[in-house]
């Protein structure tokens, strides 16, 4: 008897860990069962996937959904529904909202909340702080827990364990690894007076300068390799810092963003202002070839968006009052699918860059690959289609986006999670049934 599945998608060019191959997938019970399918087999749903590449689900590590707190701005349900438009399966949500999630009663209410209004699967990062420390161990277990993140400098929000001695207690506290924004933050004290209010924009990443970050990573490695906790350095925005960690392999993965590739000051402060502040600062052109140059030589385990948007009018107050931080989950996998297409990585690359590499870095279970008995979560992407990204298109109620007007090639035409189709050509379909993610505990 001819195999019978839930869902075939045919004809298309699947990404698989080992190369790309043109072939047939069939999905049962939300799990991929079976990569080449006879002409018999047959489906409750057959998705035509000729000229596409299926690539498994993409995750965006790296967002800020702003829920709870404001979410005028962006919430769990306007950022998921972005997420899955823009062809993303999974996000992993960051704490710092108001309040922040740094106890067990708010992880619970963040964890029901998901269950009942999130589009796509939700992984769920939880804040520590000087306070929180005794429960970090607990709470780095809790369902659907990514990680916990530490800001090491101040960023949005009030989460901040700025000193050596509490960066140390927060690493013998548990033992799954830890992710950092990495700034040092007595620098970026020391430094506040030399710049004003009303200063340019691009005063920005001269204040939150090259050392400050390149300090705050030391910092970190030095404790790190004393404690033998395993880090994850967000949003690595310096040369110095990529050159640096490669001594530190064994005990730190780290992240650059899409923003880091792709913007450029001072273009992006003298076009852009307020809505092209974000912490660390884009900064000049060597630092954008540092991090492709990262990209390629393989220092480099994740890209995100760190998403975190704010009001446009928040954005247009004169710096530094204007908060930082951009818009981006909705626009990270059409950026990246140009890049591919501009030749600056291969299209293999950029799937372990969204998709294994987050699964490696946090220890996922079940999705990362396309491959028999994941999760039948799938990006189709239509590698020729030529669009413009236009703010209309954006779903987050902020309503704008840093990457408006750029013209794109290769995009994003269907999300599948486990086996249900999410989006098809920019409509999302069915309800919000997103899950939160399974971890290696
Ligand atoms: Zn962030």
Redesign the pocket.
């Known amino acids: 008897m001819a195999a019978h599945f839930d869902l075939l998608i045919r004809n298309g060019t699947c990404v698989l860990p080992w190369g790309m191959e043109a072939t047939d997938v069939g999905v049962r019970d939300g799990r991929i069962v079976a990569l080449g399918v006879p002409a018999e087999g047959t489906a409750e749903q057959v998705i035509d996937a000729r000229g596409l590449h299926v690539l498994p689900g993409l995750i965006d590590p790296?967002?800020?959904l702003r829920d709870p707190g404001d979410t005028a701005v962006e919430s769990i349900p306007t950022g998921t529904r972005a997420a899955v438009l823009g062809g993303l399966a999974t996000v992993f949500d960051?704490p710092?909202t108001a309040p922040s999630i740094t106890d067990v009663d708010k992880l619970a209410w963040k964890q029901e909340y998901v269950a009942r209004e999130a589009w796509c699967d939700m992984g769920l990062y939880v804040g520590g702080t000087k306070q929180n420390i005794p429960e970090l161990a607990r709470l780095e277990l809790g369902r659907g827990v990514c990680a916990i993140k530490i800001f090491a400098g101040s960023?949005?929000g009030d989460l901040l364990v700025e000193d050596d001695e509490h960066l140390e207690r927060v690493m013998h506290a548990g033992r799954r690894r830890i992710a950092y924004?990495s700034e040092d933050e007595y620098r970026l004290q020391d430094r506040k007076h030399m710049f004003h209010r009303g200063d340019p924009h691009r005063r920005h990443m001269e204040w939150r300068d090259v050392e400050c970050a390149f300090l705050g990573t030391r910092r970190l490695m030095a404790l790190a390799r004393a404690t033998g906790r395993p880090a994850h350095i967000?949003?690595v925005s310096t040369a110095e810092e990529l050159d640096y960690l490669k001594d530190f392999r064994d005990i730190a993965t780290c992240e650059v963003l899409v923003n880091h590739l792709t913007q450029v000051a001072p273009d992006c402060y003298d076009r852009l202002e307020g809505f092209g502040v974000m912490?660390p600062p884009i900064r000049g052109p060597e630092v954008r070839e540092a991090c492709w140059r990262a990209i390629n030589d393989g220092m480099v385990d994740t890209v995100?968006s760190?998403?975190?948007p704010h009001s446009p009018e928040n954005k247009r107050l004169p710096w530094p009052d204007c908060p930082a931080?951009l818009t981006g989950v909705q626009t990270i996998v059409p950026v990246m699918l140009n890049h591919v297409n501009a030749g600056r990585l291969p299209l293999m690359r950029l799937v372990d860059l969204l998709c294994a590499g987050p699964a490696r870095v946090y220890g996922v279970v079940g999705k990362g690959r396309l491959a028999a008995g994941y999760d039948a979560d799938f990006t189709l992407v239509d590698m020729k289609k030529q669009r413009r990204i236009e703010e209309s298109w954006i779903v987050s109620p902020c309503g704008w986006t840093p990457f408006a007007g750029m013209d794109i090639t290769g995009w994003p035409v269907a999300t599948i999670i486990r086996g249900r189709t999410v989006m098809r050509e920019d409509e999302v379909l069915g309800r919000p049934s997103g899950r939160l993610v399974k971890f290696v505990g």
Do not use: C, F, I, P
């Open positions: 790296h967002v800020h960051m710092n960023s949005t924004h967000l949003h912490n995100g760190d998403h975190a931080g």
